[in-house]
């Protein structure tokens, strides 16, 4: 007998939502869900919307129309009960300055009974030596670390964590790479700002791409590097007068050359074709190698940043 997987519980539904500051639409009709146990992200460029999602999903902005249910809530109607439910770092955030990284963490513990230990958190995010350090005191990466740990003290259901990673070294970024994954494999859905395409791409189980308020797509990361970025990158060197008769290969798109190098896009079976030509022309070709397309290509194809830039 066949034993079907059951359904992803779904912990967000937004149908329709539009938020417009003045004269600008912030989000404009945007649609998605979520499901327990993801890493979702949302990813943009500056002023697509992100933000201003990830707040209205909180309660921490009124939309003007559409449905937002979070965990069963409407976080216009429901905000306090939601927010004992989930975490927030917030993209822009501060705290007195004297205040200390322990008592920071201490009071907003204490605003949650059965919450997290925060002294784990503190452990957890590399903050002990900091410990008796003030808030005015800490590097931004510190401050930033300081934002999630201060997220999860309420052992959350959900957590928002817009561009948790920025400004934090290599090492902090890979260790809190390792976090989220913990944090979602002990059942807490994660919703992933970020700017960071290696990041969005090991990280997130699915990715939703927004530009001027609209959501252009949502995918897996591999389905929207399928379905979205173009086709492979042959590379290589050569000292070939000409190699224009490499466009009229089947399967090819483009052929440029810079000096030496040559770069062919196409798709499909595109590098036997063009190895096979290479030989039956008797060029043997320098560095040959294959560029597989990356999430960054299909993320500036969908926003169209490629050819503005
Ligand atoms: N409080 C506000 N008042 C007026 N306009 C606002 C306000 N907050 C955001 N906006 C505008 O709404 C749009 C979306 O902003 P939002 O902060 O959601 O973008 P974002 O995708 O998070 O950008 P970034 O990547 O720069 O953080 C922008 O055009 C922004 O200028
Ligand atoms: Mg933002």
Request: with cysteine; proline share 4%; net charge negative.
């Amino acid at each position: 007998m066949e034993v079907r997987a059951p359904a992803p519980e779904v912990v967000i539904a937004v149908e329709g939502l539009l938020k417009v500051y003045g004269d600008t639409v912030a989000v404009d009709n945007a649609s998605f869900t979520v499901a327990r146990g993801e890493i979702f992200g949302l990813l943009g460029p500056n002023g697509a919307g992100k933000t201003t999602t990830v707040e209205c999903l909180q309660g921490l902005r009124i939309a003007e129309r559409g449905s937002i249910n979070v965990l069963g809530f409407d976080p216009r109607r429901h905000a306090t009960a939601l927010r004992r439910r989930i975490g927030g770092q917030l993209q822009q955030s501060a705290l007195p300055e004297h205040m200390r990284v322990w008592e920071a963490l201490d009071l907003f513990s204490s605003f949650i009974p059965g919450g997290h230990d925060w002294r784990v958190l503190m452990r957890q995010w590399d903050l002990e030596s900091k410990r008796k350090a003030t808030f005015h005191s800490l590097s931004g990466g510190q401050r930033q670390r300081l934002f999630v740990a201060l997220a999860l003290v309420n052992d959350p259901q959900i957590v928002f964590l817009d561009e948790m990673t920025t400004g934090l070294d290599p090492a902090a970024r890979r260790l809190a790479w390792e976090l989220i994954r913990e944090i979602r494999d002990r059942g807490t859905t994660v919703v992933l700002v970020t700017h960071f395409m290696d990041e969005a791409e090991k990280l997130c189980d699915r990715i939703a791409v927004m530009e001027g308020g609209r959501i252009v797509a949502i995918d897996t990361p591999r389905g929207l590097i399928e379905n979205h970025a173009c086709g492979v990158c042959i590379a290589f060197t050569t000292d070939a007068d000409d190699v224009s008769w490499i466009g009229g290969i089947g399967c090819v798109d483009s052929v440029q050359r810079h000096g030496r190098r040559v770069e062919v896009e196409g798709s499909g079976p595109v590098l036997v074709l063009v190895a096979a030509a290479l030989v039956e022309h008797g060029i043997v070709p320098e560095d040959l190698h294959l560029e597989q397309p990356t999430l960054e290509d299909a993320y500036l194809h969908l926003t169209g940043h490629a050819q503005r830039d």
